[in-house]
Each structure stands twice: as C-alpha cells, then as structure tokens.
C-alpha cells in the first residue's frame, strides 16, 4: 500500500512565523502536491512537483514557497505565517510520468492554525 | 477540465446501494471521470476513474452513459464506514500533472 505521511496532524503557530510542512511517501512516486482545503472551497492546489528540484505553481501559491530536495519528500514553507493561511493542508503523491494517468494518493492532512 | 455538478446531500441505509450521480456535460472526448471520497477529519480516498466504459472495482462501480454527460458512482452495499463526502473530478488525459479541481461533493450519510 501506499503510505503518504505529514509530519503534524495539529499544529499552531504565531503570526509571523517561519512554517515547514513536511511530507514522505514510500512509493517512489514522481508527482507530489501540496493542497489547502477550507469549508465551502474545497480543495485548492497550491504547488506541485513533477521530479527533484522541480517545480510549478498551482492556483493559489501566494505566501508559500515548496522544495523537493529528494524525490520521497516535499516540503511547504510558509515564509510569515498570516491568519488567513489557518487550514487544514493535504499532500498528495502520484506515480507515472507526464501524460500517464494514476490515482493520487493522499496524507491524513495538517490542520494549521495561525494565531 | 470540465465543470462536474453533484447533489449536496443524500442519505442510504446501511446494506442498500447507495447511487451517487454526477453530471459533466461539459466534458471532453479526452478526459476521464475519476471519484475521491474524503472521511471525516482524513485525507480523500481515491476510488475509482473511468472513460467511457463501465468499471468495477472492490470498492465500488462507475456508471457513465453513452453521451458522457453523466455518471452513477455506486457502492452496492454501503456501511456505516462509508459515510464521507464523494467527489466527481474530470480531468484530461493529456494533463500531465495531475491536478485534480474538487468541487462541494455530495455528503452520503448512511443510516443504521
């Protein structure tokens, strides 16, 4: 089975702060992606990554930056964490090159809240 | 990718197939129609995709009809398990990121 895994289930932080959201998966998996879900939105993508060192930007990637040093990791930083960034955030993985299909698979998600 | 409506809500008592529908009349000959279900407090599930013919799987089956402009996602013996919100998605099989745009969903809530 797939295992995708964040590294906080909870977490709260201050206005201001620096905010590292870490995600692994096991699969060798090429695709990663970073969501933030809020009610009555759904989920919005934020950054993806098709490889090591790479990546785009997805719709919202205002207030984040990403890195993928190693291709089981990818990492969200939040540079100054603001109020309006408190939110539940998914990472996702998937397998296949461009233009293949594959299901995502999800991690059980980081509530974040900015205080 | 193409627009997807769901209802917001519908209700299945446990051990009935619960019926879920989608209408994506917007889409395209090139995009697939794929469902997540999402669990309270979890992240989604992927369940299962499909393009024009019917699939089945352990967990579920996927109706589409002939025009493509609708779907049937079916679980044939829901459980109380099963209670979560279900996602239609299409998305283009000439994507090569695989975003998936999520709308609302529909709240299946199944009943003892």
């Known amino acids: 089975d797939v295992k995708v895994t964040q590294s906080s289930r909870y977490l709260v932080k201050r206005t201001g702060e620096k905010v590292f959201l870490e995600c692994v998966q096991d699969m060798d998996h090429e695709n990663m992606f970073w969501y933030r879900q809020d009610p009555g939105l759904g989920l919005r993508l934020i950054y993806f990554s098709y490889d090591v060192k790479m990546k785009e930007k997805g719709d919202i990637p205002e207030g984040y930056s990403v890195s993928r040093e190693k291709k089981e990791r990818f990492s969200l930083i939040l540079e100054s964490a603001s109020t309006n960034q408190t939110s539940m955030y998914l990472c996702a993985s998937r397998g296949g090159s461009g233009g293949l299909l594959g299901e995502q698979y999800f991690g059980p998600g980081t509530r974040l809240t900015v205080t | ?112």
Request: glycine fraction near 6%; include cysteine.
């Open chain 2, 1 to 112: 990718d193409a627009k997807t409506t769901q209802p917001t809500s519908m209700d299945c008592a446990e051990g009935r197939a619960a019926n879920l529908p989608c209408n994506h009349s917007t889409i395209s000959g090139n995009e697939y129609v794929y469902w997540y279900r999402q669990i309270h407090s979890q992240g989604p599930q992927y369940i299962i995709h499909g393009l024009k013919n019917n699939e089945t799987n352990e967990m579920a089956s996927l109706i589409i009809t002939e025009d493509r402009k609708s779907s049937t996602l079916i679980l044939p013996h829901a459980t109380l398990r099963d209670t979560a919100v279900y996602y239609c998605i299409v998305r283009s099989v000439s994507s090569n990121t695989g975003k998936l745009i999520f709308g609302q969903g529909t709240t299946l809530q199944v009943k003892p």
